[in-house]
């Protein structure tokens, strides 16, 4: 016994040992010397105790190159992953759990359009792009995938047998398509007011979709207006030219909408999706700063995923000179050459999404390989797909597109076919009549399909921004870098060395025909609701320099007042909570530093708080055990931090209200999901005791009224919070229910218990909430879990560059049980930032490993 004993104990630590080679084989070197083929001179990547590299070189060439290759040390899976998924191609390392996925951008063509869009950049773009490539590659070169990454390893076990590709310059610039895809505008919300339509009437659907509030929530811009068909910041009134805002119409068809809404549903969302995926961002001059230089700050929020979206970096050419422009720190995309957010020497900069409607759906009607416009027979575009799918058959599509774009409902026949989707099964298409007009009933000789008209499948070569935007020095050069930035339009903040702040929205908006507003699916055979071929030119998008106020805040709420500006952009803005939140404490104080903006970063004051708490306190408990959580509200102060017990009371509550008040009504899919949307929507109908929507339609016995609604909510409220934490009221916290766990999109979702343990992390307890300054969403329909986040923060005082902060929601690293996996994370959840260095000077002093890479082509 005692021998078989040793051998077991042998046999656990060979397989330890065994497991412990496995996972750090792939971790990259980061300290000491190696040859690069492809190299011109020498560089150095210096790398801080979080892992952050800063890369020095003497030529663009190498400064890119190496580049490629130290974002596929820290993160190749994930670039690969990346790849795969914007080609169509997640089928060929995952299967048939890949294939929603492969169909919807097979469909659309992502990469076919990144093809055509390499062939528009500028000369100095595509040579970037290239040596990044030559960068990756010579990370590939004489690798085995097991010293690439834990996941091959993993992969190689089940029975994969898989050699990356080669990277390609084309690999860079499709990530962009995805980019552009999570922050695509409204369609969710185009497809939501059709089936909302169709389940409630028109009435009440304009209720659930409110307006945007600019009487309570000033825009980003408050001063210009057109003069021809170009902004201008000073004019007191403005003329819209050939830029008409167009005329409400458009028609629906329920079935094949609510089929392309599921279909689209199967697309992963690479960044995050849903009314959570938003920014902050601002700028104000030096009369409000205690230095008296500006200060800019910015924290997009985005899906939270392991490792996640960015990859902080700095590039310095050593010598700054025409030939070797760059020196710029900042977050950037694994997969993609250069800096997306930070700053260079001279300015910096910030994103927000602009969030313009740049996509339409239409209703089509179509036969075999025709579609009818205008009353006339057209052919349609058509083109076969292979997905080749691991351990599977390869599945073939037709892709059918009309003049407006693919056709979307194809693939509900195709998920049908292979048992993916029931398009009944939520109800929609049984519970409410088909919608169309007469026309369409009465003509059985056509079918009905749904087509996706988007800007970013119009090549455009937005690649040539990101570079030059790097390289940016000024005003005037900053917004030349951004003309070329197509897709996904942004709000950009702005601030120099020079004490300027500025604002410059970006993005191709299309002009649409008068019978389409944006808002709901058009009639794609009608002549009068397609676009025009124009965009609203570049110089006439909002921008502004140097505003009298001194404060720029842009929180995705409403560009600019329409009144005062024609050209439409869209209806459905974020409502605006945030940036007037933002604006308050901004103008509260003329003396903000770096450590207040972050500050004001973690603000989690809550407006729906606010408004709703009032009501909560006025309706009758039965005194004691029911009325302790009301008790709780009394003294709050409507902040959401995670140790509130208040905060975790009100947000059960709140949820509880969204559910008992409109679940009745509306069909599963388009219950709500807690965020800005129906912040507006309940606060319009708190002041009304009885109506309608406050009445349980299922009950047939009585009517209930606003105050029946909120006392069944805090009582039951009440029974889950005892449940889930405690019976003790003051011992509930709101960070026990709102968790951030953060797990691989792959692997991470595997559903084997220790394969995910591998390479998920958390739960960590946070505070903020969905629609806060502090954006740590939730979806009301799914729990309390965070569902999308900050997914970096960052404040960059433009008189001392080496003062900035930066933190990113994860770590360097993409490979598990590295020490930079999660390591920011921790500070992140606590509202921590990291030093940020920028000279020579302080990155050397910073320095905690130095490689040096060299030309190894001899060798």
Not at 136 to 158: C, K
Not at 634 to 640: D, I, K, L, Y
Not at 702 to 717: C, K, N, S, T
């Amino acid at each position: 016994m005692a021998g078989i004993a040793v051998l077991l104990v042998l046999a656990l630590v060979a397989g330890v040992v065994t497991a412990v080679v496995m996972v750090r084989r792939p971790w990259p070197e980061t300290s000491g010397e190696l040859e690069l083929s492809g190299l011109e001179g020498e560089v150095r990547v210096v790398r801080d105790d979080a892992g952050i590299p800063q890369v020095y070189a003497d030529s663009m060439h190498d400064l890119m190159l190496a580049q490629g290759f130290v974002h596929a040390q820290d993160r190749f899976f994930e670039m690969d992953v990346r790849r795969h998924a914007t080609a169509g191609r997640l089928s060929e390392l995952f299967g048939e759990d890949g294939l929603e996925s492969d169909l919807v951008v097979r469909t659309l063509g992502w990469r076919r359009v990144a093809e055509q869009e390499l062939t528009m950049l500028r000369p100095a773009t595509r040579s970037a792009l290239d040596a990044y490539a030559e960068g990756v590659n010579a990370y590939l070169a004489g690798r085995s995938t097991s010293e690439m990454a834990l996941e091959y390893s993993l992969l190689g076990i089940s029975g994969l047998d898989y050699t990356p590709e080669k990277w390609s310059a084309v690999d860079s610039i499709a990530w962009l398509k995805a980019m552009a895809w999570d922050l695509r505008g409204n369609l969710d919300e185009e497809i939501g007011r059709a089936l909302t339509t169709a389940t409630v009437g028109a009435r009440a659907t304009e209720e659930l979709y409110p307006s945007y509030p600019f009487g309570e929530h000033p825009p980003i811009v408050d001063q210009g207006g057109l003069r021809g068909e170009e902004f201008d910041q000073d004019a007191t009134s403005g003329d819209g030219g050939p830029l008409q805002r167009p005329a409400p119409g458009g028609h629906r068809a329920v079935a094949a909408l609510a089929g392309v809404r599921d279909v689209l549903a199967g697309v992963p969302a690479l960044l995050g999706k849903g009314d959570g995926i938003g920014s902050n961002s601002w700028v104000v001059d030096g009369d409000h700063t205690s230095t008296g230089w500006p200060i800019l700050a910015n924290d997009p929020h985005l899906g939270i995923s392991l490792p996640g979206v960015w990859a902080q970096v700095g590039l310095h050419c050593r010598e700054v000179t025409p030939d070797c422009p760059m020196d710029v720190s900042g977050f950037s995309f694994s997969g993609v050459p250069g800096v997306v957010i930070g700053h260079n020497a001279d300015i910096a900069w910030g994103f927000t999404n602009l969030g313009a409607d740049v996509t339409d759906l239409y209703v089509e009607r179509v036969a075999d390989d025709t579609w009818q416009y205008d009353g006339r027979t057209r052919a349609l575009d058509v083109r076969d797909e292979r997905i080749e799918v691991r351990d599977g058959d390869p599945v073939d599509i037709t892709v059918r597109s009309t003049d407006h774009g693919p056709l979307l409902s194809d693939l509900t026949a195709v998920d049908e076919r292979l048992d993916e989707v029931d398009l009944t099964t939520d109800g929609l298409v049984d519970e409410v009549d088909q919608v169309g007009d007469a026309e369409e009933d009465t003509d059985s000789a056509w079918e009905t399909g749904v087509s996706l008209a988007w800007t970013a499948l119009e090549p455009h070569p937005t690649a040539d921004a990101l570079l030059a935007l790097d390289t940016a020095d000024d005003w005037p050069s900053f917004r030349a870098a951004l003309r070329s930035f197509a897709a996904p339009g942004q709000n950009v903040v702005y601030a120099d060395t020079q004490g300027h702040i500025g604002y410059q929205a970006t993005g191709l908006v299309p002009i649409r025909r008068a019978g389409n507003d944006g808002r709901t699916p058009a009639a794609g055979w009608r002549a009068d609701t397609g676009w025009t071929g124009r965009h609203v030119p570049y110089d006439a998008l909002p921008n502004v320099l140097d505003p009298a106020s001194g404060i720029i805040a842009t929180a995705n709420q409403a560009v600019i007042d329409p009144r005062r500006y024609p050209p439409f952009l869209t209806e459905d803005w974020d409502q605006g909570y945030r940036s007037t939140r933002i604006n308050q404490l901004l103008a509260a104080d003329d003396e903000l530093s770096v450590d207040q903006m972050g500050s004001i970063q973690l603000d989690d004051w809550s407006a729906i708080a606010e408004v709703l708490t009032p009501y909560l306190l006025k309706v009758g408990l039965p005194h004691g055990y029911y009325s302790d959580g009301q008790r709780l509200l009394r003294s709050w102060n409507h902040r959401q931090g995670a140790d509130s017990a208040a905060a975790a009371y009100f947000n059960v509550v709140w949820r509880e209200v969204l559910e008992r008040t409109f679940a009745d009504e509306l069909p599963d899919v388009l219950e709500p999901d807690g965020s800005d949307r129906w912040f507006a929507v309940v606060a319009s109908i708190l002041p009304r005791t009885a109506n309608h929507w406050w009445d349980d339609v299922e009950t047939d016995d009585q009517v209930e009224d606003r105050d029946d609604v909120l006392r069944e909510a805090m009582i039951a409220a009440r029974d889950e919070l005892t449940a889930r934490e405690s019976p003790n009221a003051d011992e509930w916290t709101w960070g026990a229910l709102h968790e951030l766990e953060l797990r691989s999109a792959t692997l991470g979702e595997s559903g084997i218990g220790p394969v995910e343990w591998l390479f998920n992390r958390g739960p960590w307890e946070v505070g903020g909430g969905g629609s806060l300054v502090d954006a740590t969403a939730w979806d009301a329909r799914e729990g309390y879990d965070v569902t999308t986040a900050p997914s970096m923060r960052m404040v960059v005082p433009m008189d001392d560059l080496d003062a900035a902060r930066w933190i990113n929601l994860t770590g360097a690293s993409g490979h598990a049980f590295n020490p930079h996996y999660t390591d920011q994370t921790d500070l992140w959840a606590r509202g921590e930032t990291l030093p940020w260095a920028f000279s020579a000077d302080a990155v050397e002093d910073a320095a905690d490993d130095v490689l040096v890479l060299t030309d190894g082509s001899a060798g």
